[in-house]
């Protein structure tokens, strides 16, 4: 049995040597590389225990990979780190600018994406004969409408394109997620509670006080850290101190019962626009936001490996594959809706890029924590077929949609390939 320090081991081995062999060979960017070969070597060793089902290499590793709980790990480990890490870089002059129509994309947009996902899937699932109530159509329409920040942004990375669109992406994709995962908590206590317990005034008093609760808690605690680093010039413990804000608001606001990831973006915008400016030294800057960015590349490295052999955990039933595979059409046509509508409202007052419904449609990437929430629901009859379309469209989008947003993006041209640090 292999201690927690082991598996972190391995794990950081494993990440270290594919991403070597990643750059030295393919030439993939990182996190997309790491999760094709993750995904190939999972593959392998599932037609190896076809053809050695007595082998037992193949259930020492599952054993092991079963002891990594990869929801618990994002949702309540990664997540608060990576989504500080990205909210430090939101310029907010520009997200004050584009403020409206952020919020719009970030909550109407994915109350659409839902029903309209969860109508569809529902569809699908009595045209393939798999029992599906539209109560889980609705979760499963929560867990896949909000695009994963941490694989957006990391997509970004690599092209170049306006700096609105680019706000309207990353602006979305940080504060959806925090709204998807307030909606998919509720419409999941609605799923499993009774018929008439879970009334709709009391669905919307807990969405108010969850998504609004996070914000607040992460105005005050923002704040607070941005006075305690005003008030000293010491870049090791100004550092310590945004870690402690991370760490300490994310798991304040689980145990208050408000939304965490809300509440981390919130901090981290404040600390990386007010606290830069006034609070940090230039040396405190370049050391902390340097600590940021290292810590971001580190774990969506580990996040992006995870996710590739995650389909060893998962094991798919190959009869769900139909469903799975129509999942992505639904969850495409659902996002252009989701996206087309909002704009087409608010294109009436303000300006917007050349191009913006099918990049934002097209960069609409669903990752890691798509996959944590439906690993998160408790195992029972609709799990499965929620869990094999879950994966296959955040692989659909992380690896097709991720790989050629560039492209897309230099078809309409709006958008260049960034060169490659020195």
């Known amino acids: 049995m292999l201690s927690l320090f082991e598996i972190v081991a391995v794990l950081l081995a494993l990440t270290a040597t594919f991403a070597w062999l990643n750059h030295v060979l393919f030439g993939l960017p990182n996190q997309i590389g790491l999760l094709i070969m993750a995904l190939a070597a999972s593959l392998v060793l599932v037609g190896f225990e076809l053809l050695f089902p007595n082998a037992p290499i193949f259930h020492e590793i599952s054993d092991l990979l079963r002891r990594i709980d990869f929801s618990e790990t994002l949702l309540n480990g990664m997540l608060g780190f990576l989504l500080f890490a990205g909210a430090l870089q939101i310029d907010l002059s520009r997200l004050r600018a584009r403020k409206w129509i952020v919020a719009t994309m970030a909550t109407i947009g994915v109350f659409i994406s839902t029903i309209l996902i969860a109508g569809g899937f529902w569809y699908a699932a009595g045209l393939f004969g798999v029992p599906m109530p539209f109560a889980w159509a609705l979760v499963f329409g929560a867990l896949i409408s909000p695009t994963d920040p941490i694989a957006v942004l990391s997509t970004l990375k690599a092209i170049s394109i306006p700096e609105t669109l680019e706000m309207d992406i990353s602006g979305e994709s940080l504060f959806n997620d925090g709204v998807g995962v ?20 009391h669905f ?58 809300i509440a981390v973006v919130v901090s981290g915008v404040l600390i990386g626009n007010r606290g830069a400016a006034l609070a ?29 052999i995650e389909v060893l955990v998962l094991g798919f039933d190959w009869s769900l594959a139909p469903l799975a595979l129509v999942a992505i059409p639904i969850v495409m046509v659902a996002r252009l809706i989701s996206v087309a509508a909002p704009i087409g409202l608010l294109s009436l007052r303000y300006p917007f890029e050349r191009g913006t419904i099918a990049i934002l449609t097209w960069g609409g990437v669903r990752g890691g924590i798509s996959v944590a929430l439906v690993l998160a629901i408790s195992a029972n009859e609709y799990r499965p077929a929620l869990a094999a379309a ?33």
């Open 204 to 261: 919307g008093e807990m969405f108010a006080v969850e998504a609004g609760g996070g914000a607040l808690l992460g105005l005050v605690t923002g704040y607070v850290a941005y006075r305690a680093m005003r008030a000293i010039d010491d870049y090791p413990i100004e550092v310590l101190i945004s870690i402690a804000l991370a760490t300490g608001t994310y798991a304040l606001a689980l145990r208050l019962h408000v939304s965490g990831p």
């Open 390 to 422: 879950t994966y296959t469209v955040a692989l659909f989008t992380i690896v097709v949609q991720g790989l050629s947003l560039g492209w897309v993006t230099r078809r309409l041209g709006v958008g260049r390939s960034k060169p490659a640090p020195e």
């Open 182 to 201: 307030v909606l998919f908590t509720l419409l999941l206590t609605a799923a499993t509670t009774s018929s008439g317990e879970f009334e709709l005034q």
């Open 280 to 308: 940090m030294s230039d040396q405190t800057k370049r050391y902390l936001f340097g600590f940021w960015t290292l810590i971001d590349e580190i774990l969506n490295s580990v996040l992006f490996l995870l996710i590739g």
